[in-house]
């Protein structure tokens, strides 16, 4: 079982209070899979935490749809500022 998981479940024995699923959840730091939170519950063994997948980096295509939805919503606002005398374009 985790550590984290293991302290959170006896902090909880050692103020009197039942481990359920949500204060367990409550107090975790770092994100805990439900079912690994139930299985410690229940009594049983868990070895260790599932490393988290990285997250893919984004296609060129998404890079490139990004880049343009944001210029597109940050266009009026250049536009009023503009107006204004301040220009934000980088040179």
Request: charged share 20%; aromatic share 4%.
């Amino acid at each position: 079982m985790s550590n984290e998981l293991t302290d959170v479940i006896n902090a909880l024995k050692q103020e009197g209070r039942k481990p359920t699923l949500a204060l367990v959840k409550a107090r975790l730091r770092s994100p805990v899979p439900l079912p690994l939170i139930i299985k410690a519950l229940q009594g049983e063994q868990v070895d260790s935490l599932p490393e988290a997948q990285p997250l893919a980096p984004f296609s060129p295509a998404q890079l490139a749809w990004i880049q343009d939805y944001v210029a597109k919503q940050l266009a009026p606002y250049q536009a009023a500022l503009k107006r204004h005398g301040i220009d934000l374009e980088e040179n």
